[in-house]
């Protein structure tokens, strides 16, 4: 994503951005809020009456301010193939779609005040963002998705015998590009050859996928997974050096290093959580986003079965242990600031900006990945402390200090 311009004058103010894939739109539906003001190209059906009274309409492209009521966010396609298709069908793009529904609230000739509009946010055409106020978790998410040399950073082939779906693992999004299906018969006592051209046919259908759908050449790149259980993996990562090599296909022999074989239980994508906490992906990974989300992730869940006292999860509770000074690491999902309230949004911002001015460690999981998911499930907000607390006890501090508060209260007013 590219910053066009900004100007934010004491936190508010507008910046206008232009998106270029499909994380990208996942960033802007997570800095675009309900009550901002969002302008961008739409098109517009407008309806001409004549002096006789007869009426025309016709499509005009402009460009339209909103006040923004509403926000939705379309994951890329998943392409499905299945046995047979795969040499005749056209490899389908991963596309992202963002719609803002709201008010207009500047009128041009085409469209008056206040009406109703939903724009269609495209790639590579600009959307101009304008905010009363700017915080630190918005700016924070403009940089990080400007920055250049952004992109997939993992392929991954998840496969069974006969099934494969193939994704891509960014830094914010876990993209299923395609799914693939191919009958593979069991064997027969005393002949295996259906079984044998079902597997010829799924190792075919699985490598012309992986042509088209994993940037095995990228250098941003760092490793390709197969992950499988049983065998599957090993077969398959033999088929497609075989087949690199009768086809002299030198770059993805080249890229043979990349390549990493992990056995997980399930040929699901929601595998890869399984995947990421392996021994080998975590020492080849360790530096990029989700993989350290993955991995503390499951040091809370650890940590929570062990010793609960240092495992705190929930809204008030980690507020809790925050204002104790006792959070070393915060695990907060992106869902959380897309909160319609703005003061529950502030009360997020709060505890991110509390954490990192006591050094605390603050990880921000995308729920567009599997690891945000699972954060989702117990309320989106946890907390590894760096010193045991009851909960129990803490509460009944909290209890014992409000009421002191109140008493304090009652008895100034009753001095007046």
């Known amino acids: 994503m590219k910053i066009v311009s900004k100007q934010i004058i004491k936190g508010s103010g507008h910046i206008k951005l232009r998106p270029e894939e499909d994380e990208d739109m996942w960033h802007l539906y997570n800095l675009i809020q309900e009550g901002d003001n969002v302008r961008a190209p739409a098109i517009r ?46 490899p389908v793009e991963p596309t992202a779609s963002l719609q803002i529904m709201g008010r207009v609230v500047e009128e041009n000739d085409h469209v008056k005040m206040g009406a109703f509009h939903t724009l269609d946010i495209e790639a590579n055409r600009d959307v101009r963002i304008e905010k009363a ?72 259908t699985l490598y012309q996928s992986f042509l088209r759908h994993i940037p095995y050449a990228n250098p941003t790149l760092r490793a390709i997974i197969i992950a499988s259980p049983g065998w599957v993996r090993d077969a398959v990562f033999d088929y497609i050096m075989a087949q690199a090599t009768q086809t002299g296909n030198k770059v993805l022999l080249g890229t043979r290093q990349k390549f990493m ?127 045991p607390l009851d909960i129990e006890v803490v509460e009944a501090e909290e209890r014992e200090a409000k009421e002191e508060e109140e008493r304090r209260k009652k008895e100034a007013n009753e001095e007046v």
Request: net charge negative; aromatic share 6%; with cysteine.
């Open 45 to 90: 059906r407008v309806q001409n009456v004549s002096a006789t009274g007869s009426s025309d309409s016709h499509r005009v492209r402009t460009t339209l301010t909103l006040q923004v009521t509403r926000i939705a966010f379309t994951p890329p396609v998943t392409a499905t193939t299945a046995a047979g298709d795969s040499s005749t069908s056209a």
């Open 261 to 387: 074989r992990v056995h997980v239980n399930s040929p699901h994508v929601h595998s890869l959580v399984e995947v990421l906490k392996s021994p080998e992906i975590v020492s080849q990974l360790k530096e990029t986003k989700f993989a350290r989300e993955g991995i503390m992730l499951d040091s809370f869940f650890k940590m929570l079965a062990s010793d609960e006292q240092r495992a705190w999860y929930g809204p008030d509770h980690v507020a809790l242990a925050v204002d104790r000074g006792a959070v070393g690491t915060l695990l907060i999902s992106d869902e959380l600031f897309r909160a319609h309230d703005p003061e529950v949004r502030k009360r997020y911002v709060t505890i991110v900006e509390d954490v990192r001015e006591k050094r605390g460690e603050v990880l921000i999981f995308s729920s567009m990945h599997e690891s945000g998911q699972q954060l989702n499930q117990i309320t989106g907000i946890a907390a590894i402390l760096t010193f």
């Open 133 to 204: 106020e700017w915080d630190s978790i918005s700016l924070e998410r403009v940089e990080e998705a400007s920055q250049p040399g952004r992109g997939a950073e993992v392929g991954a082939v998840v496969c069974g015998e006969g099934t494969a779906a193939f994704c891509l693992l960014s830094q914010h999004m876990t993209v299923v590009l395609q799914r693939i299906d191919v009958p593979v018969p069991r064997k027969r006592a005393g002949s295996a050859t259906a079984h044998e051209k079902g597997l010829a046919r799924f190792y075919d």
